[in-house]
């Protein structure tokens, strides 16, 4: 069976590339990273992956491979390595399929073109999947607003990595014809202290110290959870305790400072194509299911 399915999506891959269009519209796609602990780069947390599109109708589709640990050791497997939005794209209705590919983990969604379309995700406001605030530093982050979220998970050990080179993306026109978009910006952001810049105190990840989102709730948490006490509690100095010198009164310090630097937002065109044959490609995985 294993032999068979990665034969299918070979052959799928094969199509994909075959049916490759004209350039369309722009995707800007963006990886977030929520680290277990902000304070430690090689502790693993969890990761979305989201889209904006300046399409007639959205996305129609996205490959993308993403560096790292993500769980995934096969085809699909196991099925708890990712989620998809099931208000987007998903194995049920749709296309959503991940594999390790030379290292990295392979997800490749998108609507099925049978029967009715997906249309508008990454589109705003009311559109499938749509994320209103950035789902990662709402505070200073209104580029990212109001994108469509595919997929998301967890990741252990090193950060994961998102580059233009291994992303391609189909847009709708306004016709329902899904045509090769044209890749804009790629972001990969997250909330470390190191590499991202959180401020030590933004008790809610926010991406702003404020004092009754982040302060108080420390000062509050004063002496409690001895040794085991988080970020996410007010343990801004890794102690595994929380107390005044050490974390609370830096974090009063902070109210006000600069957080984490606003994500890039002038877009790099990159021809991408992903035609997605997906009518043929679900049949073959169906068929190969039966046996």
């Keep these: 069976m294993k032999m068979k399915r990665g034969l299918i999506l070979t052959l799928a891959a094969a199509m994909v590339a075959a049916m490759a269009g004209p350039a369309l519209a722009v995707v800007d796609v963006q990886l977030n ?28 589709g996205i490959q993308a491979k993403i560096g790292g640990a993500l769980g995934v050791t096969g085809v699909d497997t196991p099925l708890a390595a990712i989620t998809p939005n099931a208000a987007v794209f998903t194995a049920a209705t749709s296309v959503f399929k991940f594999q390790t590919v030379g290292g990295k983990t392979e997800i490749v969604a998108g609507d099925d073109l049978a029967g009715a379309l997906v249309l508008n995700v990454g589109k705003g406001t009311g559109t499938p999947g749509n994320v209103a605030a950035d789902d990662l530093f709402p505070a200073n982050s209104v580029f990212w607003d ?47 202290v190191g590499v991202d810049g959180l401020k030590i105190g933004d008790l809610n990840r926010s991406g702003t110290v404020t004092f009754n989102s982040d302060v108080l709730p420390a000062f509050f ?62 049949g073959l995985f169906a068929a190969a299911r039966r046996k």
């Design 33 to 60: 990273l929520r680290y277990t602990n902000p304070n430690n780069p090689t502790g693993g947390g969890s990761w979305d992956l989201l889209v904006k599109s300046t399409g007639a109708q959205g996305l129609a």
């Design 146 to 192: 109001n994108s469509a979220l595919i997929a998301s998970g967890a990741w252990t050990g090193a950060r994961p990595t998102l580059v233009a080179a291994d992303i391609a993306v189909n847009e709708f026109n306004g016709s329902g014809v899904a045509l090769a978009g044209t890749l804009g910006t790629v972001s990969v952001r997250g909330d470390s």
């Design 221 to 282: 948490n004063l002496g409690l959870f001895p040794g085991v006490a988080t970020w996410d509690q007010g343990d801004f100095n890794n102690t595994g305790s929380i107390t005044f010198n050490g974390d609370v009164l830096p974090a009063f310090n902070n109210i006000g400072v600069a957080g984490p630097p606003a994500p890039p937002i002038s877009a790099v065109p990159e021809p991408a194509s992903l035609a997605l044959c997906c009518i043929a490609g679900l």
